[in-house]
T-cell receptor
Framework: DTAVSQTPKYLVTQMGNDKSIKCEQN?????MYWYKQDSKKFLKIMFS???????INETVPNRFSPKSPDKAHLNLHINSLELGDSAVYFC??????????????FGAGTRLSVL | DQQVKQNSPSLSVQEGRISILNCDYT??????FLWYKKYPAEGPTFLIS?????DKNEDGRFTVFLNKSAKHLSLHIVPSQPGDSAVYFC??????????FGGGTRVLVKP
């Protein structure tokens, strides 16, 4: 009954490969996010979707492509993986809307290691 | 350019005493501030928040203070408990429901 679940928890792969990380939430939220936590431990927003529509798209290489089949799922596909992509990726979800408190609920993270 | 900064990377405090975590921001357009707590191998979990129109919000042992003129907020935990040992992130909200996080402060509560 995990609220925000990400799979896999760990991902080890070679440079140049393509990989996907999946995220699902059962909180009934309409907005989902992807964050990257780098080696310096900063959490930075990458993307945000509201009802399957992209609303935040930070300066992220276009090798990263989020896909939202429905509002409960936001997957992250990464093409041609590079060493610098090694990080922990967190999925989150929240209610949307300007009046919402925007309390984001996070998944446990996916640790990606590119060799 | 870091818009949200937590200048103390770590803090050690005795059980039962007060923990004070600080956070500074530069963007005056932030309208909501949140604190998250993170244990190893887990995602951040929401702790407490404050609107930019308030200067204090209290929830049990946790109190957040906001000084808008100084662009500074702090989190007070009293009394500190060993289970409070974690990394605490300050976050600020701007338009589009976008959160900007600080770099985190690792708190160690000694029994």
């Amino acid at each position: 009954d995990t609220a925000v679940s990400q799979t896999p928890k760990y991902l080890v792969t070679q440079m140049g490969n393509d990989k996907s990380i999946k995220c699902e939430q059962n909180l009934g939220h309409d907005t989902m996010y992807w964050y990257k936590q780098d080696s310096k431990k900063f959490l930075k927003i990458m993307f945000s979707y509201n009802n399957k529509e992209l609303i935040i798209n930070e300066t992220v290489p276009n090798r990263f492509s989020p896909k939202s089949p429905d509002k409960a799922h936001l997957n992250l596909h990464i093409n041609s993986l590079e060493l610098g992509d090694s990080a922990v990726y967190f999925c989150a979800s929240s209610h949307g809307g300007a009046l919402a408190k925007n309390i984001q609920y996070f998944g446990a993270g996916t640790r990606l290691s590119v060799l | 350019d870091q818009q949200v900064k937590q200048n103390s990377p770590s803090l050690s405090v005795q059980e039962g005493r007060i923990s004070i975590l600080n956070c500074d921001y530069t963007n005056s357009m932030f309208d909501y501030f949140l604190w998250y707590k993170k244990y190893p191998a887990e995602g951040p979990t929401f702790l407490i928040s404050i609107s930019s129109i308030k200067d204090k919000n209290e929830d049990g042992r946790f109190t957040v203070f906001l000084n808008k003129s100084a662009k500074h907020l702090s989190l007070h935990i009293v009394p500190s408990q060993p289970g409070d040992s974690a990394v605490y992130f300050c976050a600020a909200r701007a338009a589009g429901n976008k959160l900007t996080f600080g770099g985190g402060t690792r708190v160690l509560v000694k029994p």
